[in-house]
């Protein structure tokens, strides 16, 4: 059997060599095309599944099979049964040197797809090799170049991808990679009109095609040449930012793009707040989860959901931003390198799309302020994200509700430094979780609050017992739920749940009552 059509060769044996690289090079060459690494591992494969074929013809031709006891010359076409029928000429011969088993002459044997190697030959001892039988090939149905690829085409990409960055003249963009030498020049006038079709098109996000189409320039080359080397010459230049996901290179002016996607909004910076995981239990950890906030981590799973539920905390719901946590990432766009991704969200309900950004490095998607205006929704109100249409678009959705009044707990301020806590009757439309559910009746002035409280230095522990001291009296029996807990500590102090649960169950003033709930601890109240 040919050895391209087995497993073993492609996951166990499979390795790449200079020849395949140079292959590759001079296809790149010759084509004046980019192409992408998967494009380039289907050419590799087909190329040593071809190789291979012309070793198995050559190999099937009759032929002298090779014995080492036997006389072997110069210009001698060899088939070597106990090498898979290697199949090589006698390049070279010499006397051997090994008195302990007798005279003996040595062979130098070239082969089509390896070193040259050397053989004994005229050997008068006994050699197993001198026995075997040549027998009839028998003609196996064969997988294609294309199949093959199918099935390992991953694998040999991954191994293709880590010698191409070696390569001094190969030059990547995106997923395509192409000679630096044969990039067609791109000045520094062509960049200034890419910068002002951009400009008139609000910033963007163009396709370098759209940018050329636009310039009315580079018509006197390959379109894909074009748009690479332009592509190419733009990821070197500041003022443009690669905002495409993953498949596509869509380009934005720097200085248009919103603030809040180059440094996190004041209410969701956060600085990592180490605790030992060994104080929360089991039950906790499934909540954290729950949660889904963008600073707790968790193994990688593979699975991808169809779609996400979420609760918005108040530092989301005030800066117009979903978390990205570990389901909602799997969903929302990715890119190879860029750290900022321009996409389209979409509401369900109504068709209207809105422009928004993932913001990978920081963990949120920004660009909701005017979806959450639009339905009048609180902190804690219930979103649903699901993953991207045949359109690129991700589809969002609120279920809405008959307008009804709840009793909600409601944040404020007090003398301009106090945190309060009280409940109050609110109309609500939208579906929320009621454990999470926190209105505020003036964000500035919470908002102001924790800036306060930032810059004075105020630690975790400080704002739990704030908020378990606040949130009491509206419990009659005074046990407050983990969610809830969570939601008010992020009204002024940004912490994921994990922190924020540890600090509860380390400190002597509270206690953990099980189901999630924790409550003052009695010494305390007294």
Do not use: C
Not at 205 to 220: F, H, K
Not at 239 to 248: L, M
Not at 262 to 267: G, I, M, T, V
């Amino acid at each position: 059997m040919m050895k391209t059509q087995t497993r073993k060769f492609w996951i166990d044996s499979f390795e790449i060599q200079q020849p395949d690289i140079d292959y590759l090079v001079n296809v790149l060459l010759e084509s004046e095309m980019p192409l992408s690494v998967d494009e380039m591992a289907l050419l590799l494969v087909r190329y040593r599944v071809r190789r291979d074929e012309r070793r198995a013809q050559r190999a099937s031709r009759p032929g002298r099979v090779y014995r080492p006891g036997e006389e072997h010359d110069i210009g001698d076409d060899l088939v070597f049964l106990h090498l898979d029928r290697l199949r090589g000429e006698v390049v070279d011969k010499r006397e051997g040197g090994n008195e302990d088993i007798g005279s003996f002459t040595v062979i130098a044997v070239e082969f089509d797809d390896g070193p040259t190697r050397e053989f004994a030959s005229e050997l008068a001892a006994a050699h197993p090799v001198n026995d075997l039988e040549d027998e009839p090939i028998v003609e196996e149905k064969k997988l294609t170049a294309e199949e093959i690829f199918i099935e390992y085409g991953g694998h040999v990409a991954e191994l293709l991808q880590a010698q191409l960055v070696e390569h001094p003249d190969l030059v990547r963009l995106g997923q395509y990679w192409f000679p630096r030498s044969l990039l067609i020049e791109i000045n520094e006038g062509h960049l200034n009109l890419a910068e002002a079709v951009l400009f008139m098109h609000e910033g963007g996000p163009l396709t370098a095609s759209d940018i050329i189409e636009q310039m009315g320039m580079l018509d006197d080359v390959g379109d894909r040449l074009a748009e690479f080397s332009l592509n190419y010459a733009m990821t070197a230049d500041g003022r443009f930012d690669e905002v495409g996901p993953s498949g596509q290179v869509l380009w934005y002016l720097m200085s248009q793009e919103p603030a809040e996607v180059h440094e996190p909004p004041a209410l969701l910076a956060y600085e990592p707040i180490p605790f030992s995981e060994g104080l929360l239990l089991d039950e906790m950890w499934d909540l954290i989860e729950q949660i889904g906030d963008e600073h707790s981590l968790f193994e990688e799973t593979n699975v991808i959901p169809e779609e996400v539920t979420l609760r918005i905390t108040y530092p989301h719901w005030r800066e117009g931003t979903l978390p990205l946590s570990r389901d909602l990432l799997k969903i929302f766009p990715t890119a190879f390198q860029s750290e900022r991704i321009r996409f389209t969200l979409i509401d369900e309900s109504s068709g209207e799309e809105y422009p928004a950004w993932v913001v990978r490095t920081e963990g949120y998607v920004f660009g909701l302020a005017t979806w959450y205006e639009q339905y009048d929704l609180l902190p804690g109100s219930i979103v649903t994200v699901k993953g991207m249409d045949d359109q690129g678009r991700v589809p969002l959705s609120i279920q809405q509700k008959g307008t009804q009044t709840e009793w909600v707990v409601t944040a404020s301020v007090e003398s301009n430094r106090h945190l309060r806590f009280e409940s109050r009757s609110r109309k609500i439309a939208n579906d929320y979780d009621y454990l999470m559910l926190i209105d505020v009746d003036d964000p500035e002035a919470v908002d102001t609050l924790a800036g306060v409280l930032k810059r004075r230095g105020a630690t975790l522990d400080e704002i739990v017992g704030t908020v378990m001291h606040e949130l009491t009296p509206i419990f009659p029996q005074g046990n407050i739920h983990g969610k809830t807990i969570y939601a008010a500590v992020n009204t002024v102090y940004r912490a994921p749940p994990g922190p924020i649960f540890a600090a509860l169950q380390v400190s002597s003033r509270f206690d953990y009552q099980g189901g999630l709930y924790w409550r003052i601890a009695e010494s305390t109240e007294a």
